[in-house]
């Protein structure tokens, strides 16, 4: 059985933090790149960003650059999305994927296994 389950999602404030976790089952996340994508109300599903198996990460958006960390625990099977200052505009469902490279493609369209998603709103 091979899983992946995004969770911690939630409401904040503009400028407040979420982290978010990809748990992985079935499989043990040090062996793959792990990628992080969101898709905003009404808008297309953008890359965020990846975590290769060396944990070198590669931004896909750059309006998170600074602002977004990711991280990974292999010892609990997790990869962690850290989100500071957020803005309105990273209000998205954020969903987590894999790939069967231990590298960052240059492009998202070869990840799969993707887990079913977890909301972040950022409100006053």
């Known amino acids: 059985q091979v899983q992946l389950v995004e969770s911690g999602g939630g409401l904040v404030q503009p400028g407040g933090s979420l982290r978010l976790s990809c748990a992985a089952s079935?499989?043990?996340?040090?062996?793959?790149?792990i990628g992080w994508f969101r898709q905003a109300p009404g808008k297309e599903r953008e890359g965020v960003l990846c975590?290769?198996?060396?944990?070198?990460?590669?931004y896909y958006a750059d309006s998170v650059n600074g602002r977004f960390t990711i991280t990974r625990d292999n010892a609990k099977n997790i990869v962690y999305l850290r989100m500071n200052s957020l803005k309105s505009g990273d209000t998205a469902v954020y969903y987590c994927?894999?790939?069967?490279?231990?590298?960052?493609?240059?492009?998202?369209?070869?990840?799969?296994?993707w887990g079913q998603g977890t909301q972040g709103t950022v409100s006053s």
């Open positions: 994927a894999k790939v069967i490279t231990t590298w960052c493609p240059v492009s998202i369209g070869q990840y799969g296994c």
């Open positions: 079935g499989f043990t996340l040090d062996y793959y790149a």
């Open positions: 975590i290769s198996s060396s944990n070198r990460n590669t």
